[in-house]
């Protein structure tokens, strides 16, 4: 058999201090404590339905309601005074100990009610010998509850020996229909894994009698497997879990067909309100770089942490430095940060918000292979794109294909191995045919869905060579970048463009692109501030590469950064020092009336902003000359703003102030014709200058 009961030892969650801490309660007070969780544990079982051990949890729920006359009954007797022995110290201990034991078997009950109903029934002799166990505690206990020495009247004398003797007779009980329904499970589970596509009557006959009926129940289903995940440790069981994750997916598709459209929609916006930039993240939790949330936090040799994405585009930029504190690397190997992921990771399970990091490799840092699991979302993305191949020929066929991309939208997110065998079955070529402004102008949430699926995908390396080199691909998400339905499309699409340009043979491809600059432009001049932060992100990689910055000049992006520094300080300062810097004359030209806004940035920026702000002006100020010196002069209160810096900046933006200032006192002593990195200032007469490049001059 694939899997074995022994891979399944009892879920590690923490049970709530009261399972293993005494009350420390006075007799009376402890008793009414005992009363209500024997009361809690029978409200558990009536609300609760358990598909699986019925008969274990109706004995230990049987055997909580008569302890419930027992207590019920002390308590009436404490008004007239318990028996001197009832305040005795072992007396005591025993209530205690036997609120423990209630305790357990109420968490016990809870998990087997709220938990997975695969992983309950793949663990279920553990399960049984639980309640084995604890029914023996309670046993044991009663055998040393003095009950002769208590005022009980002789029925409630004889309930505590009735439910003792039972405690005595109890066994581990499991049905032969629970063993034969688990055994189908592995079975199942080792086609799979032998590349044999499951029989669908014995698949839906699975699903049926562990009542998983629809696609919202084995979503449901698959979340309480995922938190399963989060509460093992052990590597094995981690594997067989996923393995369960893999059925479940697979079964919904298979079963009861790709979500409705409606379902999609909804929980798309549902996803949409649970965006962080729409959340107030943490500083500690933003990436210097992106200033976005970060994924996959990791250290570099300053000891910064930054998200691994984001640092690792900077040093394939040609970087050797720490973006933040400015010093050379002494090497560039990335260090997961994994205390603050895990703080990450429990921050965004309280928000609500999806969270899912992924190591160099590409493999999920939290996920562990399975060859079951494995085969199963090959079999699930195979199946999907294969109902997608059908033309679209109405609105109803529309609709559908929406609940298929959904899906396979869905599906895209999970992990690497889902992106990868999406990519192979074929779906890249079809999700294109849904990026047209015909399909956005009748189907929004279609295009959507689509391009946030191309974008999902294109997180795996291989997948980004697959995209460039479809047909169509660049076309049409170039087309959502500038004519999308929703700021949603567009949004994605310019993540999209971001995520391609982390190779820079493709950042070169898309820089050249007109349409692609353009839309990104155009989005980050007039879009909300989510899709804009998109397409800074967007330009900013585009600008790494110097041909690319051509076009980005050209395409407006210096004048549009300067236009939107107001509302995006930070990105608008940090997009501006990467274009101006590669950008030559031209882009300083066009920054030239962005000067005092720069200059505001100084003053009221954050840290950030302010070290991007003075980087661009030292530059501006090397390639403009002394027109753009003056410029800079000309704002009140500029050179205090400088030593602040200088004082409390970072170490790279210091340097850059430092600079600045030099620059700022060179040309108040009127020092004209002094060559200042590699230009040189002449004097043409008392009101004009003009930039001229000396032999010495070099790229910037």
Not at 134 to 153: C, K, M, Q, Y
Not at 496 to 503: A, C, D, E, I, N
Not at 546 to 563: D, I, N, Q, T
Not at 665 to 674: M, Q
Request: net charge neutral; charged share 25%; hydrophobic share 40%.
């Amino acid at each position: 058999m694939a899997i074995s009961p022994q891979t399944f030892p009892p879920r590690k969650r923490r049970p709530s201090a009261g399972s293993f801490i005494s009350p420390k309660l006075n007799d009376i007070n402890l008793l009414h404590s005992l009363l209500h969780l024997t009361t809690q544990i029978s409200s558990i079982n009536r609300s609760t339905t358990l598909l699986l051990l019925k008969r274990s949890a109706n004995a230990v729920v049987r055997k909580a309601k008569l302890l419930a006359v027992l207590f019920e009954d002390l308590i009436r007797n404490s008004d007239s005074g318990l028996a001197s022995s009832s305040s005795s110290s072992s007396f005591l201990l025993c209530l205690e100990e036997t609120y423990i034991v209630l305790h357990r078997i109420k968490t016990l009950i809870e998990d087997c009610s709220n938990g997975s109903k695969f992983f309950f029934l793949m663990q279920i002799e553990t399960v049984a010998d639980n309640f084995h166990k604890l029914t023996g505690e309670l046993s044991t206990l009663l055998d040393i509850f003095p009950v002769h020495d208590l005022d009980l009247n002789d029925d409630v004398q004889e309930l505590v020996i009735l439910i003792r003797k039972h405690c005595l007779q109890s066994k581990p009980v499991i049905e032969d229909s629970e063993r034969e329904l688990r055994n189908e499970v592995v079975s199942v589970l080792e086609s799979i894994k032998n590349e044999i596509v499951p029989d669908r009557s014995k698949l839906a006959s699975i699903f049926e009698r562990l009542e998983i009926r629809d696609s919202s129940s084995c979503r449901a289903e698959i979340e309480c497997l995922e938190e399963e995940i989060q509460n093992r440790s052990e590597e094995n069981s981690k594997s067989e879990i996923v393995a369960l994750i893999g059925l479940v997916r697979y079964a919904k598709c298979v079963l009861f067909g790709a979500s409705t459209a409606a379902a999609a929609s909804s929980s798309v916006e549902v996803q949409r309100r649970k965006q962080p930039s729409e959340l107030v993240v943490p500083a500690d939790f933003r990436c210097p770089i992106s200033l976005e949330l970060m994924r996959d936090p990791v250290v570099v040799a300053t000891g910064q942490t930054y998200d691994r994405e984001s640092i690792k585009l900077w040093m394939d930029s040609g970087h050797n430095t720490c973006p933040k504190t400015g010093q050379t690397l002494a090497h560039t190997e990335l260090i997961p940060n994994r205390a603050l992921r895990k703080m990450i990771a429990l921050w965004c399970r309280e928000e609500k918000i999806p969270f899912d990091a992924e190591t160099v490799t590409g493999r999920p840092i939290s996920r562990v292979t399975n060859k079951a699991a494995l085969e199963a979302t090959r079999m699930t993305a195979l199946f999907l794109v294969n109902k997608l191949k059908v033309p679209i020929t109405n609105s109803q066929s529309m609709e559908d294909s929406n609940a298929i991309v959904y899906e396979l939208r869905f599906l895209a997110k999970t992990d690497s191995d889902s992106r990868a065998c999406i990519a192979e079955a074929g779906a890249i070529p079809l999700l294109v045919r849904y990026l047209s402004f015909d399909v956005g102008v009748h189907s929004p949430s279609l295009q959507v869905n689509a391009v946030t699926t191309i974008l999902n995908l294109s997180i795996l390396e291989a997948n980004k060579t697959r995209i460039m080199e479809t047909d169509g691909a660049l076309n049409g998400v170039a087309e959502v970048l500038r004519s999308g339905a929703t700021w949603e499309a567009k949004a994605n699409a310019a993540a999209t463009v971001f995520s391609l340009s982390g190779v820079p043979a493709y950042r070169k491809r898309l820089g050249r692109k007109t349409r692609v600059v353009n839309g990104l432009v155009q989005l980050a001049r007039c879009g909300p501030e989510g899709p804009r932060r998109d397409a800074l992100a967007a330009i900013l990689s585009l600008a790494a590469d110097r041909e690319s910055v051509a076009k980005l000049v050209e395409g407006g992006a210096v004048e549009m950064a300067v236009e939107v520094m107001v509302a995006v300080p930070e990105e608008a300062a940090t997009v501006l020092e990467a274009v101006i810097k590669r950008g030559g004359l031209v882009a300083v030209a066009a920054a030239y009336n962005g000067i005092k806004r720069l200059g505001a940035v100084l003053r009221e920026g954050s840290e950030r902003a302010r070290e991007s702000a003075v980087a661009t002006l030292v530059t501006m100020c090397r390639k403009g000359g002394s027109e753009v010196v003056g410029e800079l002069a000309a704002i009140p209160g500029v050179e205090r703003v400088i030593w602040e810096i200088m004082a409390v900046g970072s170490v790279r933006g210091r340097r850059k102030a430092a600079t600045l200032l030099r620059i700022l006192r060179r040309w108040a002593a009127g020092l004209d014709g002094v060559e200042i990195e590699g230009f040189s200032t002449t004097t043409m007469s008392s009101a004009t200058t003009v930039v001229v490049p000396t032999s010495n001059s070099v790229a910037q």
